[in-house]
């Protein structure tokens, strides 16, 4: 019952550096969604994913791409990382507009860059 | 616009009280409410879940409550242990399709219980 899972957990990366953080959720959601967590901001919706093959932009989309090849996989990219990019990034699923189930989170992964 | 806020912003109780933490949003339709619990460093944990047809909900010693009239939600908590310490947040997916149902989210009530 793994549920959602992100990797890497911490990182800290230099200005200019790239990465990709990957969420993996093996509940058979389809919708899956990356958010940012900055203290006094809240969480604030960074890109969504409907479906495989499928994306769509947030709340705060510049200066990350997303991509969902597989409906359990859902990677949040950076091509040139920014301070202003230091956060706690927060993966969450849940299945297609249904009342009766919510949104399940991963355990977040803490960026810094320097 | 869909907008979630939640007082207080912070809570400190003595352990054993009886405590309500307040969500209010601004469109009453709603598809459904959730609260999270988020311990300091870590992720978000699922606490309650309440449909917008339903009234409340209930797991062990916490009870939520829905009033979409009033577009309040309140999170009770009964005899408050140190470990209950956390902060507390509310979100609210929309029922508007154009939005894909996303969440709207509070800022949170940080909650402290004292032994």
């Known amino acids: 019952n793994a549920g959602v899972t992100q990797t890497p957990k911490f990182r800290v990366l230099k200005t200019g550096q790239s990465m990709t953080l990957l969420c993996a959720q093996d509940?058979?959601?389809?919708?899956m969604y990356w958010y940012r967590q900055d203290p006094g901001m809240g969480l604030r919706l960074i890109h969504y994913?409907?479906?495989?093959?499928?994306?769509a932009k947030g709340e705060v989309p510049d200066g990350y791409n997303v991509s969902r090849l597989k409906k359990q996989n859902f990677l949040l990219g950076l091509e040139s990382a920014a301070p202003s990019q230091t956060s706690v990034y927060f993966c969450?699923?849940?299945?297609?507009?249904?009342?009766?189930?919510?949104?399940?989170f991963g355990s977040g992964t803490r960026l810094t860059v320097v | 616009k869909q907008e979630v806020t939640q007082i207080p912003a912070a809570l400190s109780v003595p352990e054993g009280e009886n405590l309500v933490l307040n969500c209010s949003f601004t469109d009453s339709a709603i598809y459904n409410l959730q609260w999270f619990r988020q311990d300091p460093g870590k992720g978000l944990t699922s606490l309650l879940l309440i449909q917008s047809s339903q009234r409340e909900q209930t797991s062990g010693r916490l009870n939520a409550s829905l009033d979409k009239s009033s577009g309040r939600s309140t999170l009770y908590i009964a005899a408050s242990q140190p470990g209950d310490s956390a902060t507390y947040l509310c979100?609210?997916?929309?029922?508007?399709?154009?939005?894909?149902?996303?969440?709207?989210w509070g800022l949170g009530t940080s909650l402290a219980v004292n032994p």
């Open positions: 979100a609210v997916r929309s029922n508007n399709a154009g939005n894909n149902r996303k969440l709207i």
């Open positions: 509940m058979n959601h389809e919708y």
């Open positions: 969450a699923s849940s299945y297609r507009q249904t009342a009766n189930y919510g949104y399940t």
């Open positions: 994913s409907v479906g495989e093959g499928t994306t």
